[in-house]
Structure formats: structure tokens, C-alpha cells
């Protein structure tokens, strides 16, 4: 019996329980786990076949461990927070599943995301006979795969890969974050960075943008941000020469944002505030909507893709690769907002790959480093349609004079 447990009820998470759900075929056996056991319960109710659900708190890698032993799933499916990663990493290893995430690790008191924490348990994973997949939601995830894809059928060598992340939705709150507003922050106000020529350039938050033409959108202003499949891209793609990630942000969000970071609202380090320690962002955290609420009345869509350019048969050629999600027609299907849907549906996909023994091996995984093509077909089947084609280079004539 194919089984599976899901760690982490949030926005993302729900889209995998539900979507697992509807694959009956190959998750015989699905149960959702959360530090907070109404939203498991909320998501059981409104999957089409049956889950089951319980509490846990995964910073605690004991309790994985028991629930683990209780469940006795195939694979571990971590939507929880990055902080979580390591502690249901080694809950893995000490029962003997298999592992599959959508972020990477992050310490909770330092604004720094990276793989190299994760990437340790190399030896660890293998030695047990066991997989962990890591960064299997869109970007990470899709946009990792499609460059393999690049890599086996389009190129014969890669040079330049622009990552471009295009949110063109409107969900009506003065400033709302469409993942966990803690992560997001985190994100978006450290120092950037890109790679070229061997080596990492960094950046103020925010202080580079430019003017992309997103596929079925159209033209978005986009900030140069670091993103963490940089990071392993760089390792799996030779003769790669250059890697950027772009990402759009409203003037309302950087407007707030800028408030927010002027008064102290998105500090990590603790404040005393009557007697007691808080974190300003985790405060900040409670005060905003849960992303989970946004999907009612989202409007618009997300345009991901990414752009490479490089050599086929000796003659330079560039492609774009992409998706378009529609928020309405997410909420339709699963009551979730696009940003969700895009993180849940692969996740779900890695799952299947794994369970159906498509994607084999022991080790530390990232997906680039898996059969790009299954994956692809099936990803599209499950409400990700993907698209590729030839362009001119001067449809993005702005990225190449940066």
C-alpha cells in the first residue's frame, strides 16, 4: 500500500493533501499532520476521499519519529516551515522513509536559506538505502526541472538562465504575503546576489529591477532577488555562466514593506515588550492574513517561466520555458489561491514520482538531478500546463544590457 504523510496544513500543504486525494490510484493511504490540528481538520473535510489527521509538532524530532512509527507512510512530504527541515530530515533516518521537501533549510535566528545544510545528510541518506528530494514546489522545483529538461533536449550547453516570477493577482488587502508572511520577509529583505563567472554578486534588497515581458501577462517591473535553486543549478548545469532571479512586487507591497523594515517590524532578533521576548516579525506574522484566505477573491494570474540561452549544434539559440496559473481557476478547483496551487501540485507530482519508482536513488537529491520528462507530463496533467518555444533575444532585450 502506497502511503503518505504530509507535514504542514498551511496554504501549500492543503493543496497536497487535496490533490494527493484525488489520485487515490496511487496514494492509497494519505494523512495530514500539523503543529495545528483544526486546519488539519478543515483540509479532511473538504478533501474528495478520505485522510486522515493529527497533531505534531515538527520542531520536534521525537514527535516526528512517533508519528512516523505510527503511520509507517513510504514517503514524508515536509510542507512546513524551512526551520523544520533538519529535525524531520533525522526523524526520516531514524525510521527508514523516504523524504521530500519544497524549501530549503533556514536557522531561525540568521535570514539565510541554503542547501549546504541539507546537502550533509548526503552520506547519511545513503548509507540508510533511502531518497530525500529537496525543493520540489515551483521555484524551486518546475523551473529546476525545466532547465534539466533544457539540458537533455534543447541544448547542447547552457550559458545564461534568468529565473522570472510573475504574481499579477489581486486579492484586495491593503498588504497581504500569498506564502508564510514570516518566510516571505525573510526573503525579500536580505541582500541579494547573482552568479556570474564563477562567483557570487551581491546586491542591496531590491536596489536592481527591470522590465519583463511575462508570457499572457505582459510587461511587469521585476527586482533582482537570491533565490535558492541558484544555488544547486550552479552545480548541476555546466557551463552554466550566469544565474539571476527576478520577481515582481507591487509599489503597494514595497511601499509597506518599506514602512514595515523602518519601524522595526520585520526584525528577527527578540525585543523586550512587557516583560516578555518577542520577535517583531512572528508578531507581524499573526497581524496579516493567512495565506490560505487570500483564494476567495484572488483575481489575475502568475506567469513563471525562465529564459536560457546557450549553443545547440554550434549556433547560440534561446528558449522560454513557462506556466500560467489562473487564481479563480485554482480557488475553483481546491479552494486555493495560485502561488499555493503552484507549490502543492509539484510537491504532490515529486511525491507520485516516488512512489512509482520513477524517481530511484539513494542520496540528497535535487530535482534537476531526476528524469525531468515524466515528471513534466505528469505535473501537466494534474493542472500545470507548461509551455516552450524559440524567441529573439531582443523580446528581452532589457536582461541582456544588465
Not at 342 to 350: H, L, S, Y
Amino acid at each position: 500500500m502506497n502511503s503518505v504523510l504530509i507535514i504542514g496544513a498551511g496554504a501549500a500543504g492543503s493543496v497536497v493533501a487535496k490533490k494527493c486525494a484525488m489520485n487515490r490510484d496511487v496514494f492509497a493511504k494519505i494523512h495530514l499532520a500539523s503543529r495545528t490540528l483544526e486546519k488539519c481538520l478543515v483540509v479532511q473535510r473538504e478533501c474528495v476521499s478520505p485522510i486522515t489527521v493529527s497533531q505534531v509538532d515538527a520542531d520536534d524530532a521525537a514527535q516526528v519519529i512517533r508519528l512516523i512509527e505510527e503511520q509507517r507512510p513510504d514517503v514524508v512530504v515536509n510542507m512546513a516551515l524551512p526551520y523544520q527541515d533538519l529535525p524531520i530530515m533525522d526523524a526520516c533516518l531514524t525510521t527508514g522513509v523516504h523524504y521530500l521537501d519544497t524549501a530549503n533549510y533556514e536557522p531561525r535566528d540568521e535570514a539565510k536559506f541554503s542547501y549546504t545544510w541539507q546537502w550533509a545528510y548526503q552520506d547519511r541518506f545513503k548509507d540508510r538505502g533511502l531518497m530525500a528530494v529537496l525543493g520540489c514546489g515551483f521555484d524551486p522545483g518546475v523551473i529546476s526541472i525545466f532547465c534539466a529538461y533544457a539540458q537533455n533536449n534543447l541544448f547542447d550547453e547552457i550559458h545564461t538562465i534568468d529565473i522570472m516570477d510573475c504574481n499579477d493577482g489581486s486579492h484586495g488587502k491593503a498588504f497581504a504575503t500569498n506564502f508564510n508572511p514570516e518566510i516571505n520577509i525573510r526573503e525579500v529583505t536580505q541582500r541579494g546576489k547573482y552568479w556570474k563567472d564563477g562567483q557570487w554578486i551581491e546586491i542591496d534588497p531590491l536596489s536592481v529591477s527591470a522590465m519583463i515581458e511575462y508570457p499572457e501577462v505582459g510587461p511587469r517591473k521585476s527586482y533582482l532577488i537570491y533565490h535558492e535553486e541558484e544555488e544547486s543549478l550552479i552545480e548541476n548545469i555546466p557551463g552554466l555562466r550566469q544565474i539571476r532571479f527576478w520577481m515582481t512586487f507591487s509599489e503597494n507591497y514595497i511601499k509597506h514593506l518599506e514602512v514595515l523594515q523602518n519601524v522595526g517590524m520585520t526584525r528577527i532578533d527578540p525585543v523586550l515588550y512587557n516583560g516578555v521576548e518577542i520577535i517583531p516579525l512572528q508578531f507581524l506574522k499573526h497581524l496579516l492574513p493567512e495565506p490560505s484566505s487570500l483564494a476567495e477573491n484572488y483575481t489575475g494570474r502568475t506567469s513563471i517561466g525562465v529564459v536560457l540561452r546557450g549553443i545547440k549544434e554550434g549556433a547560440p539559440v534561446s528558449f522560454l520555458i513557462y506556466n500560467v496559473c489562473d487564481h479563480a481557476e485554482t480557488n475553483r478547483e481546491l479552494g486555493a489561491q495560485a502561488v499555493s496551487y503552484t507549490t502543492g501540485v509539484p510537491a504532490m507530482t515529486g511525491a507520485m514520482m516516488m512512489l512509482k519508482g520513477i524517481w530511484m536513488g539513494t542520496g540528497v537529491f535535487n530535482v534537476e538531478q531526476l528524469p525531468p520528462e515524466p515528471f513534466l507530463e505528469e505535473v501537466a496533467r494534474q493542472g500545470l500546463p507548461w509551455h516552450v518555444r524559440r524567441f529573439d533575444d531582443r523580446e528581452f532585450q532589457e536582461l541582456n544590457e544588465l
